[in-house]
């Protein structure tokens, strides 16, 4: 996956090595083969350590963001809008294209000073979840650390564009 160093593991196998990060929360990644390239996505639900949901996809031609934005826009509607969770990315811009940039975009019409908003439907969606639900908060993991549920969302995306 793009970026991606180190053996492919099955999200059954994820579960039996990793044991750290975050017991709670929903997860999220986006994988994808070449960029652009065939991609998947994965999100985790989890509460104390148990999965309470999980939804995966994948696309045969998309770019590894298009798969991240799309990960954190399934977390954000598998979420009830009165729930209060964290979502967690391991995708930097994906956290501040919501928290910091969106707001401004909006303000001045869905434009930015430099050019055009890239993957500018995706972001539009992904915003206006994240608005409609204001006890969530989206918060950035580093990826490929030990957390398991991470890692679980990771196995689930490049699972799903191996299989999809």
Same mark, same amino acid.
């Given at each position: 996956?793009?970026?991606?160093?180190?053996?492919?593991?099955?999200?059954?196998?994820?579960?039996?090595?990793?044991?750290?990060?975050?017991?709670?929360?929903?997860?999220? $990644?986006?994988?994808?083969?070449?960029?652009?390239?065939?991609?998947?996505?994965?999100?985790?639900?989890?509460?104390?350590?148990?999965?309470?949901?999980?939804?995966?996809?994948?696309?045969?031609?998309?770019?590894?963001?298009?798969?991240?934005?799309?990960?954190?826009?399934? +977390?954000?509607?598998?979420?009830?809008?009165?729930?209060?969770?964290?979502?967690?990315?391991?995708?930097?811009?994906?956290?501040?294209?919501?928290?910091?940039?969106?707001?401004?975009?909006? +303000?001045?019409?869905?434009?930015?000073?430099?050019?055009?908003?890239?993957?500018?439907?995706?972001?539009?969606?992904?915003?206006?979840?994240?608005?409609?639900?204001?006890?969530?908060?989206?918060?950035?993991?580093?990826?490929? $650390?030990?957390?398991?549920?991470?890692?679980?969302?990771?196995?689930?995306?490049?699972?799903?564009?191996?299989?999809?």
């Amino acid at each position: 996956m793009a970026g991606r160093q180190g053996a492919f593991l099955s999200p059954e196998e994820v579960l039996r090595r990793h044991t750290g990060g975050p017991r709670s929360g929903v997860f999220t $990644d986006g994988s994808c083969e070449g960029n652009p390239g065939p991609g998947g996505w994965g999100v985790v639900w989890v509460e104390d350590d148990r999965i309470v949901r999980e939804a995966h996809g994948a696309d045969p031609q998309t770019t590894n963001n298009r798969m991240e934005l799309r990960a954190l826009i399934e +977390a954000f509607k598998m979420l009830p809008p009165d729930q209060e969770a964290v979502v967690y990315s391991d995708s930097q811009l994906c956290v501040k294209t919501v928290t910091e940039w969106a707001p401004g975009w909006a +303000a001045r019409g869905w434009r930015r000073k430099t050019g055009p908003i890239a993957n500018l439907e995706l972001v539009q969606e992904l915003y206006a979840l994240a608005r409609s639900r204001p006890k969530v908060r989206l918060q950035w993991i580093a990826a490929h $650390d030990g957390s398991r549920w991470n890692e679980y969302a990771d196995a689930l995306a490049t699972t799903y564009l191996r299989e999809g």
